[in-house]
């Protein structure tokens, strides 16, 4: 395994706007401050939700959506990390929701995903770029070490 290391310069936390895109506020608070290292933690609800899952076999995401990621979902957990894609800051997701059984969904966070209520703590690192790139046997954008 390698690694770099790195150290803790700053904590945010902060509240995301009700019927916004949560992972496009997530990216677009990195990009507007220049957060290119990091991790991140969000609770709250959604309204609706759309995760991935990565077929390793078709070696490209499938988006759920639809009946099961409607009509308001708890935020039971999401978390992942900041780093560089494309040149520019990008946050790597996951979370898992939960239905009004407690029955929970969980994937790769996708675009589309709407905030009914939404509490964040983005921890931003201090330490080497850590840069994505697509990597050959995955065909996944890995991180390049
Ligand atoms: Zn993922």
């Given at each position: ?42 609770i709250g609800a959604v309204k609706q939700a759309k995760i991935g899952y990565y077929s390793q076999y078709k070696q490209s995401y499938k988006t759920l959506e639809g009946e099961n990621l409607t009509g ?74």
């Amino acid at each position: 395994m390698k690694a770099n290391s790195y150290e803790i310069v700053k904590t945010y936390m902060g509240r995301i706007p009700y019927d916004s895109d949560l992972l496009e506020q997530i990216n677009s608070f990195c990009i507007e401050n220049n957060i290119k290292c990091g991790m991140a933690n969000i609770i709250g609800a959604v309204k609706q939700a759309k995760i991935g899952y990565y077929s390793q076999y078709k070696q490209s995401y499938k988006t759920l959506e639809g009946e099961n990621l409607t009509g308001g979902l708890e935020i039971v957990s999401c978390t992942g990390n900041i780093s560089i894609k494309d040149s520019k800051s990008f946050a790597h997701l996951h979370i898992i929701l939960s239905n009004s059984e407690g029955i929970a969904f969980g994937g790769h966070l996708m675009p589309g995903t709407i905030v009914y209520a939404g509490e964040f703590i983005i921890q931003e690192f201090k330490g080497p770029d850590l840069v994505r790139s697509i990597d050959e046997t995955t065909k996944l954008p890995l991180w390049t070490l």
